[in-house]
């Protein structure tokens, strides 16, 4: 008799399986945006395309132009998230060791979930769906949700794939030291810093929190979002400074973008919400990040 644990475990290793839960998230979501965001308009669905496609590249083009307009504040923001990354590299191998030794205890059906989700054909899989949905039943807050799962997945994916191959860092299944580098590498046992995995799974549940008030909606969001990137660390492709910095540079990326959108559309994302508000906390023989809601 098929248990339940087998029954998951099989259903989660199809990729139809993982089709079926994206778009389950999406009617979902789609749902909870009906009330007043969607409105009849006189544009044409091409026309719609074109503009938000436009958005997707000057989204990206608006993230990477950050820095270089970054007060004070931003800046010492930028310093706390090198400072906590710097600290997590500190307890990369024992964090190695232990995660790995947890290995086996993981349920399988979560270890194929945290592959199938990061991995690049379905998280644009999900985008995709997001999008062409707010799309053709002309729901503007849907359409804007997909502009921004699009342009901050592509905006972070590229910056990780450039920053991959130029780091060239040794991943921990290689067997070398946390503190092996060889730049620009082909191999991909070198593409360890920081992760993909992560950054498109982290990148999609912070993108779609932002569609909900309540804090323990966004928090479940947030934790789906970050076993793929967790268990990266359980398959030893991935050091924890790696995945630390992913999820960072997700948040900083979706927060970049979601800004230069609120200029493009009239909807608004609980625009009368105080925003998220991230912040790293250090303490004797831990490191953490607090969320305030």
């Known amino acids: 008799m098929q248990t339940l644990t087998d029954w998951l475990r099989k259903f989660t290793s199809s990729k139809k399986s993982i089709f079926f839960l994206l778009v389950l998230l999406i009617i979902s979501t789609h749902g909870y945006s009906q009330d007043k965001n969607s409105h009849a308009d006189d544009k044409t669905t091409w026309q719609h395309f074109t503009y938000d496609m436009g958005n997707v590249f000057g989204g990206m083009g608006y993230a990477y132009s950050r820095p270089f307009h970054w007060d004070k504040k931003s800046w010492l923001t930028f310093g706390g998230v090198a400072g906590g990354t710097m600290l997590l590299y500190t307890i990369d191998e024992p964090a190695k060791t232990y995660f790995e030794d947890q290995k086996e205890d993981i349920p399988q059906f979560i270890r194929d979930y945290g592959w199938y989700y990061g991995s690049?054909?379905?998280?644009?899989?999900?985008?995709?769906?997001?999008?062409?949905?707010?799309?053709?039943?002309?729901?503007?807050?849907?359409?804007?949700?997909?502009?921004?799962?699009?342009s901050s997945a592509s905006a972070a994916g590229l910056l990780q794939q450039v920053s991959k191959y130029t780091?060239?860092?040794?991943?921990?299944?290689?067997?070398?030291?946390?503190?092996?580098?060889?730049?620009?590498?082909?191999?991909?046992?070198?593409?360890?810093?920081?992760?993909?995995?992560?950054?498109?799974?982290?990148?999609?549940?912070?993108?779609?929190?932002?569609?909900?008030?309540?804090?323990?909606?966004?928090?479940?969001?947030?934790?789906?979002?970050?076993?793929?990137?967790?268990?990266?660390?359980?398959?030893?492709?991935?050091?924890?400074?790696?995945?630390?910095?992913?999820?960072?540079i997700s948040i900083f990326t979706v927060e970049a973008i979601d800004k230069y959108l609120d200029s493009k559309y009239d909807e608004k994302y609980n625009s009368k919400q105080k925003k998220t508000d991230w912040s790293l906390s250090f303490g004797p023989g831990t490191v953490g990040v607090v969320v305030h809601f």
Do not use: C
Request: hydrophobic share 40%; no cysteine.
């Open 167 to 248: 780091f060239g860092r040794a991943r921990p299944r290689t067997g070398e030291q946390k503190n092996t580098f060889i730049p620009f590498s082909d191999d991909a046992d070198y593409h360890s810093f920081p992760s993909g995995h992560t950054i498109l799974a982290f990148t999609n549940a912070y993108a779609i929190a932002k569609q909900f008030k309540n804090p323990w909606v966004k928090a479940g969001i947030y934790t789906v979002g970050l076993v793929p990137g967790i268990s990266r660390l359980w398959e030893g492709a991935h050091w924890l400074s790696d995945v630390g910095l992913s999820v960072a």
């Open 120 to 150: 690049p054909q379905n998280n644009y899989m999900l985008t995709g769906v997001v999008y062409l949905t707010g799309l053709f039943t002309k729901n503007e807050k849907l359409r804007r949700t997909g502009v921004l799962l699009i």
